[in-house]
């Protein structure tokens, strides 16, 4: 099909909103656009981002999580959380973490609303 940009679509540039810039590997959100920076960029540069797929990202602190669990994304502090008030729902953990751990593992995924 000559109109269709991006078959997968598992993959869109994405414009680095962050003071400080971006590091390979971490999420990164604009708009309703969540995603992984496939390289290093700075602010305001742009960066293949990819939007599906399972990432090990950064987790808050002390924070459990359980596999299955909905997470969501505090673009304050750029990190996963469980907390779904004032943050960005972008997946499910696929592996337990502890509370000591520093990361969890995330699939990307937009879920419907509980009973949904």
Do not use: H
Not at 49 to 56: N, V
Not at 74 to 97: E, K, M, P, S
């Amino acid at each position: 099909m000559r109109n269709c940009i991006r078959p997968d679509a598992r993959s869109i540039p994405m414009v680095v909103p962050y003071a400080g810039g971006i590091l390979s590997g971490q999420g990164m959100l604009v708009g309703a656009f969540f995603g992984v920076a496939a390289s290093d960029a700075a602010q305001n540069a742009s960066v293949d981002c990819e939007t599906r797929g399972e990432f090990e990202l950064t987790k808050e602190p002390a924070l459990a999580i359980t596999q299955g669990a909905r997470v969501f994304w505090d673009n304050t502090n750029r990190r996963i959380t469980t907390t779904a008030t004032g943050n960005f729902q972008v997946g499910l953990c696929t592996v337990a973490a502890l509370a000591a751990d520093a990361t969890v593992r995330v699939m990307l995924a937009r879920v419907p609303a509980s009973g949904a």
